[in-house]
């Protein structure tokens, strides 16, 4: 397959920038005699100008083709040598080759343009359609020299390229980020907004039973939904922008807020048991939002994993460097080989009641422990249930 249009535009624009190409091709041709001299790109499938120095009006212009085929260039690259032929009538090799005839050629020099790298990008070429003497060591050493001057060059003008296409495609991406988490903060959220507005009118307004329980499961599923954005626009910083933010405040009380989030999940899950104990007495830096969601969405995993008839237990404690929270079940281990997996967004350990999210929860306690300058660790066997902890740095104490 050949290549693109904007590919060999990209190569006729690396050589157009290399300043010395005009000079050198002018030199050969005054050296050698010869009226015509260019920098081709040379594939499989074609032969295409970059920089032309015509002055037997042969016609080819910087982004011209010729048949490669036709050409003595593919002969060049094929042996990944010099093509040189002083009077092409008489050369008993190309007397029969159908360039000379075609393009009324005699002289004719092809060195190979090889990158530093081994890449073969094309030929350095000079023709006329007179006899010239052009076998001389002196001038194939020159042709030579100056493909590997142009190779060198040339070389660093399309690294250069690609670096600049790179940083394009990344200030494209960088929008295409920012965009969609626009949408998810702003244009998703919105409808829900009102929707939800709707459902608790309804609810307050309403006398028959069954439409205030239809109102309900309005708000119910609304909270859902807007849950499921946060976790999604969650995902979206945390794997497509610069990570989850945090706004840190120093929180006196870090007991009470976490007590909030036990007392939530233990009413929606009134059948289990979320045993909880607090050994805090320092002020703790942290965003504390992010701190509720992460105890919120372990403790949320632990009663979805953990077995039905033994408590969850949820610790959390200070120590000379770290915030430690702590949070245990028993029930079916982890197997090894998930271990590592288990904070990867849309990982699910398989459960009945694991289809009901999008699988982020546990990727999101990461991210939000990474943004808080911690670790996070899992063990997990029958014998000892599955513990997840968190620690989290303590400014020092002052002295």
Same mark, same amino acid.
């Given at each position: 397959?050949?290549?693109?249009?904007?590919?060999?535009?990209?190569?006729?624009?690396?050589?157009?920038?290399?300043?010395? #190409?005009? $000079?050198?091709?002018?030199?050969?041709?005054?050296?050698?005699?010869?009226?015509?001299?260019?920098?081709?790109?040379?594939?499989?499938?074609?032969?295409?100008?970059?920089?032309?120095?015509?002055?037997?009006?042969?016609? #080819?212009?910087?982004?011209?083709?010729?048949?490669?085929?036709?050409?003595?260039?593919? /002969?060049?690259?094929?042996?990944?040598?010099?093509?040189?032929?002083?009077?092409?009538?008489?050369?008993?090799?190309?007397?029969?080759?159908?360039?000379?005839?075609?393009?009324?050629?005699?002289?004719? #020099?092809?060195? *190979?343009?090889?990158? *530093?790298?081994?890449?073969?990008?094309?030929?350095? @070429?000079?023709?006329?359609? $007179?006899?010239? &003497?052009?076998?001389?060591?002196?001038?194939?050493?020159?042709?030579?020299?100056?493909?590997? !001057?142009?190779?060198?060059?040339?070389?660093? =003008?399309?690294?250069?390229?690609?670096?600049?296409?790179?940083?394009?495609?990344?200030?494209?991406?960088?929008?295409?980020?920012?965009?969609?988490?626009?949408?998810?903060?702003?244009?998703?959220? +919105?409808?829900?907004?009102?929707?939800?507005?709707?459902?608790?009118?309804?609810?307050?307004?309403?006398?028959? &039973?069954?439409?205030? +329980?239809?109102?309900?499961?309005?708000?119910?599923?609304?909270?859902?939904?807007?849950?499921? !954005? $946060?976790? #999604?626009?969650?995902?979206?910083?945390?794997?497509?922008?610069?990570?989850?933010?945090? /706004?840190? %405040?120093?929180? %006196?009380?870090? =007991?009470?807020?976490?007590?909030?989030?036990?007392? %939530?999940?233990?009413?929606?899950?009134?059948?289990?048991?979320?045993?909880?104990?607090?050994?805090?007495?320092?002020?703790?830096?942290?965003?504390?939002?992010?701190?509720?969601?992460?105890?919120? $969405?372990?403790?949320?995993?632990?009663?979805?994993?953990?077995?039905?008839?033994?408590?969850? /237990?949820?610790?959390?404690?200070?120590?000379?460097?770290?915030? !430690?929270? /702590?949070?245990?079940?028993?029930?079916?281990?982890?197997?090894?080989? +998930?271990? =590592?997996?288990?904070?990867? *967004?849309?990982?699910?350990?398989?459960?009945?009641?694991?289809?009901?999210?999008?699988?982020?929860?546990?990727?999101? @306690?990461?991210?939000?422990?990474?943004?808080?300058?911690?670790?996070?660790?899992?063990?997990?066997?029958?014998?000892?249930?599955?513990?997840?902890?968190?620690?989290?740095?303590?400014?020092?104490?002052?002295?």
């Amino acid at each position: 397959m050949g290549e693109t249009t904007e590919v060999i535009k990209s190569f006729i624009r690396a050589v157009g920038r290399i300043g010395a #190409v005009p $000079n050198l091709l002018a030199v050969l041709c005054k050296t050698t005699g010869m009226r015509f001299a260019a920098v081709a790109r040379v594939t499989a499938e074609s032969w295409i100008a970059c920089a032309v120095a015509d002055d037997v009006h042969f016609g #080819v212009l910087p982004g011209g083709r010729l048949d490669v085929n036709t050409t003595l260039c593919i /002969e060049s690259r094929r042996a990944r040598s010099p093509v040189v032929i002083e009077q092409a009538s008489t050369d008993p090799r190309y007397c029969d080759h159908p360039a000379p005839r075609m393009y009324k050629i005699e002289s004719f #020099v092809s060195v *190979p343009i090889i990158l *530093p790298n081994g890449r073969y990008f094309g030929n350095l @070429c000079a023709l006329d359609p $007179n006899p010239a &003497p052009v076998s001389e060591p002196r001038v194939v050493s020159m042709f030579t020299r100056f493909a590997d !001057i142009i190779a060198l060059q040339l070389e660093s =003008e399309l690294l250069r390229q690609q670096e600049h296409a790179a940083l394009l495609d990344e200030r494209a991406s960088s929008e295409l980020r920012e965009q969609f988490i626009a949408i998810l903060g702003h244009d998703l959220r +919105n409808p829900l907004q009102a929707v939800q507005a709707s459902g608790e009118l309804l609810e307050r307004r309403l006398t028959d &039973p069954v439409l205030r +329980n239809i109102a309900s499961r309005i708000k119910v599923s609304v909270r859902r939904m807007s849950g499921l !954005i $946060n976790d #999604v626009l969650d995902l979206a910083r945390g794997r497509l922008g610069d990570g989850i933010g945090i /706004e840190v %405040e120093d929180v %006196e009380s870090i =007991e009470a807020s976490l007590s909030s989030v036990v007392i %939530e999940l233990q009413d929606a899950r009134p059948e289990r048991t979320i045993v909880s104990r607090f050994d805090v007495e320092r002020t703790v830096r942290c965003d504390i939002g992010r701190i509720q969601q992460l105890a919120s $969405n372990l403790l949320a995993n632990a009663l979805t994993h953990g077995a039905p008839s033994s408590p969850v /237990e949820f610790a959390v404690r200070t120590d000379d460097t770290d915030l !430690i929270l /702590e949070v245990w079940n028993q029930g079916d281990p982890i197997p090894p080989g +998930n271990l =590592e997996k288990i904070f990867e *967004p849309y990982w699910r350990q398989s459960s009945p009641d694991s289809r009901q999210g999008l699988g982020l929860g546990l990727f999101i @306690c990461s991210q939000i422990v990474k943004a808080h300058g911690g670790r996070m660790s899992v063990t997990s066997t029958l014998e000892a249930g599955t513990r997840f902890t968190v620690r989290l740095p303590l400014p020092r104490r002052a002295a």
